[in-house]
T-cell receptor, first 114, second 113 residues
Framework: GQQLNQSPQSMFIQEGEDVSMNCTSSSIFNTWLWYKQDPGEGPVLLIALYKAGELTSNGRLTAQFGITRKDSFLNISASIPSDVGIYFCAGQRGLAGSARQLTFGSGTQLTVLP | DTEVTQTPKHLVMGMTNKKSLKCEQHMGHRAMYWYKQKAKKPPELMFVYSYEKLSINESVPSRFSPECPNSSLLNLHLHALQPEDSALYLC????????????FGSGTRLTVV
């Protein structure tokens, strides 16, 4: 199926450093989501963005919904070991009825070195 | 209750077995989803249920059979699977009338031998 262009594919950083990752799409989305997934677990929603240009923070996480509605970035400040995992962006569209469809990025594997 | 609960957490089955995966949520969400995820890949949509009716089947082989017996439960019946069907199977739900993101369960790790 369709995927968003997410970069970088992987990152190795030192504890305490800041991290930035982004997603781009050829299609417009009305909602952008950022999920984190730990090994053997399901994705956990970190931040949801609902309006073009919106900048939202959740603790050390900051994400923005691009003005064109075709891109988003996620920043993590002062990384810690528990930030390790795979980060997925997802664009969301409504479907007929109550459902919504997510299109996922390919993921960014983050490794934090002590 | 803000969780999606999936059982079992791990399942090993032979290619001739019949098994079922179960998903439950009590958040009043009326859309529920099944996803399949291979290692280090994003989740891939399999089925969408809206108000307990199947609304999307992403060309999934018939050896996977979904069922939504009520607004809180979603099952995935498995029969005659292949080794390449081994994956993490994720259930998710979403709230009607909002743009809030999905809530995912922790998944069932399926191994077909």
């Amino acid at each position: 199926g369709q995927q968003l262009n997410q970069s970088p594919q992987s990152m190795f950083i030192q504890e305490g450093e800041d991290v930035s990752m982004n997603c781009t799409s050829s299609s417009i989305f009305n909602t952008w989501l950022w999920y984190k997934q730990d090994p053997g677990e399901g994705p956990v929603l970190l931040i949801a963005l609902y309006k073009a240009g919106e900048l939202t923070s959740n603790g050390r996480l900051t994400a923005q919904f691009g003005i064109t509605r075709k891109d988003s970035f996620l920043n993590i400040s002062a990384s810690i070991p528990s930030d390790v995992g795979i980060y997925f962006c997802a664009g969301q569209r409504g479907l007929a009825g109550s459902a919504r469809q997510l299109t996922f990025g390919s993921g960014t594997q983050l490794t934090v070195l002590p | 209750d803000t969780e999606v609960t999936q059982t079992p957490k791990h399942l090993v089955m032979g290619m001739t077995n019949k098994k079922s995966l179960k998903c439950e949520q009590h958040m009043g969400h009326r859309a529920m989803y099944w996803y399949k995820q291979k290692a280090k890949k994003p989740p891939e949509l399999m089925f969408v249920y809206s108000y307990e009716k199947l609304s999307i089947n992403e060309s999934v082989p018939s050896r996977f059979s979904p069922e939504c017996p009520n607004s809180s439960l979603l099952n995935l019946h498995l029969h005659a699977l292949q080794p390449e069907d081994s994956a993490l199977y994720l259930c998710a739900s979403s709230q009607v009338g909002t743009n809030y993101g999905y809530t995912f369960g922790s998944g069932t790790r399926l191994t077909v031998v």
